[in-house]
């Protein structure tokens, strides 16, 4: 066979290619989502739920089918050289050239059929068998077997980018959703395709770190290459980690430096995660359980006191005799019995107002005495800008009249209004009042 007829040919321009670093995103979460390494078959995976570590494997096992593809090409070509100075006949039925074609599509057999499992193909339906029957039809191979047999790859390798691609959902991405959509796909050449994928993928990265970690990927071929990547992604330390955070990521550098799957240890990594973060939140519940108790403790313990300091002066008080609050009247009161005395100005004792308690030795006497302790302790505290000025308030009647909620809760006075109106109408005013007495007294 003249040497023209051959076989051999330089693969690097018959189309099978697919350029370095086409690649879409696996499953890494530590960080956000990253992108698998190598050639475009780590973007060539049967769905998403692919793992990374499986991407990987894939891309490693296209990139040395074809080194082995091309060594034994490169073999068989220089053997060709010498036997064909030697021994070729320049006859079409040349015996070492039939040899040598037979190996060249026997080399071409392993590569289309790698026996390595993790073959991006393992999962595509009939390519195995309609590539098995083709190889079986070849009789005395030639260049039209050849060129059939890639027609079969290709057909098989678009398919599959365009199904991984539909499956990704790159709908964001104008151009080639344009592409899918209008069917351009199938006159796009396969690198560019990939090519398009792999940007739209690069632009959803969630930062800089993660983008870095994919480049990074590129470059590398072994498990071993791509460990420091991982290292530096996943566990490197910061600043102001915590010695627990600086152990957690030491264990699993240490974990990457061994060669432990990616996957493996992402999934160790995670579920500690979790672990710690639940331990977490139960010692936090525990936590606030425990503060809660003692608060209650706390609030009863201070009910508890107040209701003996109450104790306490009611016992000095029953001890007590006083004279009628009426200032003509002379007669003692004993606190002991059961005695008329002014229901306001106890009240207003028990909140804290400091003015004491009025009793009277008879009705007659509170009677006569009402209006003028009426004005002089149960005076508003608005005073001329009273609602009911110059009234000391409400015509007989004392159920409108109460305490500042804001004075009473910072516990630095007590003001007593003489009706709700009046109080709505003066509450900015205490309140202003209220908040220069506590600046000052700070």
């Known amino acids: 066979m003249p040497m023209n007829k051959s076989l051999l040919r330089d693969i690097s321009h018959d189309g099978s290619n697919v350029p370095k670093a086409h690649n879409l995103p696996s499953n890494l979460e530590q960080k956000g989502s990253c992108i698998a390494e190598g050639t475009a078959i780590s973007l060539l995976s049967s769905n998403k739920v692919q793992t990374h570590s499986l991407r990987l494997a894939q891309a490693d096992a296209f990139r040395n089918a074809k080194q082995k593809l091309q ?60 590539m098995q029957a083709r190889f079986r039809d070849i009789k005395i191979p030639t260049k039209q077997d050849l060129k059939d047999l890639y027609l079969i790859f290709r057909a098989k390798l ?8 539909n499956d990704l959902k790159l709908d964001s991405d104008t151009e080639l959703s344009n592409i899918i959509s209008n069917n351009m796909a199938k006159d796009i050449p396969l690198e560019i395709l990939v090519q398009k994928a792999y940007d739209a993928l690069l ?31 996943y566990c490197s330390i910061a600043e102001d980690d915590t010695p627990q955070q600086r152990n957690f990521k030491n264990k699993y550098a240490r974990m990457f430096e061994n060669g432990l799957n990616h996957d493996e240890v992402l999934t160790a990594m995670r579920k500690e995660a979790q672990d710690l973060n639940s331990q977490r939140v139960s010692a936090l519940h525990t936590e606030l359980g425990e503060l809660q108790l003692a608060q209650s403790a706390h609030l009863k313990k201070k009910v508890r006191r107040a209701e003996s300091v109450q104790q306490v002066r009611d016992r000095k008080l029953n001890q007590m005799s006083i004279r009628c609050s009426l200032a003509q009247c002379g007669v003692e009161v004993y606190v002991t019995k059961e005695n008329i005395e002014c229901a306001l100005c106890e009240w207003l004792e028990r909140k804290g107002s400091g003015k004491g308690r009025f009793f009277y030795c008879s009705k007659e006497h509170a009677e006569e005495d009402f209006d003028r302790h009426d004005r002089h302790q149960h005076k508003c505290i608005a005073e001329d800008r009273c609602f009911y000025y110059p009234q000391p308030g409400p015509p007989d009647e004392t ?44």
């Open 399 to 442: 159920s409108g009249c109460g305490i500042c909620l804001f004075c009473s809760q910072n516990k630095k006075s007590l003001s007593y209004f003489c009706s709700k109106e009046c109080y709505h109408q003066n509450i900015v005013w205490n309140g202003m009042q209220i908040i220069i007495m506590i600046q000052v007294t700070n």
């Open 158 to 165: 678009r398919e599959y980018i365009m199904t991984v691609i």
């Open 71 to 130: 060594d034994t090409l490169l073999l068989n070509q220089e053997k060709f050289i010498l036997l064909n100075s030697e021994y070729h006949s320049d006859h079409p039925d040349c015996r070492n050239c039939d040899t040598k074609n037979r190996k060249i599509i026997d080399a071409y057999e392993h590569y289309f059929l790698s026996s390595d499992p993790n073959s991006w193909y393992t999962n595509i339906l009939g390519y195995e068998t309609e």
């Open 203 to 233: 632009s959803l990265l969630p930062n800089s770190d993660a983008k870095q970690l994919v480049l990074s990927l590129q470059n590398t071929k072994t498990a071993s290459e791509r460990a420091p990547h991982y290292i530096r992604y």
